[in-house]
C-alpha cells in the first residue's frame, strides 16, 4: 500500500491510502483448483511521468507476459483502503475513488471541457500506448488494467497506477 501525492487534482481525496499495484488470478479451465498455471504480466518501466504541457505525448505500459499470454489494456478504476478499524465493517476494503467533475476513470486526463486545446488521453488497448496533449497544468492519477488471455479465457488481470505531472516548461 503506498500514499498518492495530495497535489493530484483529477481525484477527490487523493492524499488518501491507495493501491497503486494489485492482481489478480482466475481459474483456467481443466486445470486444478487452486494450482498456479500462469504468471500473470509484469511492467517494465517505473509508472512515473513529468510532462511539459502543450506537447503531444505517447506513453508506452512495456508490459510484459512470460507464458506469451495475449495482453489486452484498459482504463481501471483506482482505488483506496479504509484505515479506521474501529468504525469500519469489514475492515480493510477497498473503495473506489471518486473524480472531480470532468475527469473519470475513462477519461483521468484534462480534455477539451477543461481547455479547448487539449487532446484526451485515448489508451491502446492492443500496446497500451497512451496518446494526449494537454495544456493543463497539474498533478493526475490515471489506473491502466492489463488483462492476460490464455486460449480464450481470461487468466489474470493486473493493475497500476500512474501518477502522471504536466507543467509549464521554459521555451
Known sequence: MAFRNDQIINLVDPGSQGTTFRAYMFP???????????????FLERPSSVICAGNEVSLYQNAYDKDGDSLV?????????IEDWETFDPPNIPRELSFEEFYSYENPLPGKEIDSRNEPAELNPINGRITFNSFTTGSFA???EVESWKSGQLVSKIYRELQIVIFECEP
Open 28 to 42: 483456467y479451465e481443466g486445470m486444478v483448483a487452486g494450482a498456479c498455471i500462469d504468471s500473470p504480466p509484469q
Open 73 to 81: 489494456y484498459k482504463w481501471g478504476k483506482p482505488l483506496h483502503w
Open 142 to 144: 490515471a489506473t491502466i
